[in-house]
């Protein structure tokens, strides 16, 4: 079974900018509907930001919008984070993903995950 690896992770001030990278062990991410995800202490995995196995369309929850940049690097999906707040606060992890209703759903095995901390 895949292994997500997430990386980018850091201490950033409200208002500055992170890239995450995800990758896998074993295979290139190329072809899979691949997430973002965040928990935030205290608070339940959401869903961030998710990009489509074929045609690599993006999708962004709504707090994520204008701010938030998915996309593909070789085997990589990487999530670009402008404009970071203190709410972003939170562990960020990748999944593949499947497309059930409207809903993106996770359902690989979760990573380590990345820490995101945005603090003056």
């Known amino acids: 079974q895949a292994r997500f690896v997430e990386s980018g992770g850091g201490l950033v001030q409200p208002g500055g900018s992170l890239r995450l990278s995800c990758t896998a062990s074993g295979f290139g991410l190329g072809q899979y509907a691949i997430g973002w995800f965040r928990q935030a202490p205290g608070k339940e995995r959401e869903g961030v930001s998710y990009?489509?196995?074929?045609?690599?369309t993006p999708y962004y929850e709504d707090f994520a919008k204008g701010r938030f940049t998915i996309a593909r690097d070789g085997g990589k999906v990487n999530l670009q984070m402008n404009e970071l707040k203190p709410e972003d606060t939170a562990v960020y992890y990748c999944n593949t993903v499947v497309l059930e209703g409207n809903r993106w759903t996770p359902f690989g095995s979760w990573g380590q995950g990345t820490q995101v901390t945005v603090s003056s």
């Open positions: 990009i489509s196995g074929y045609g690599s």
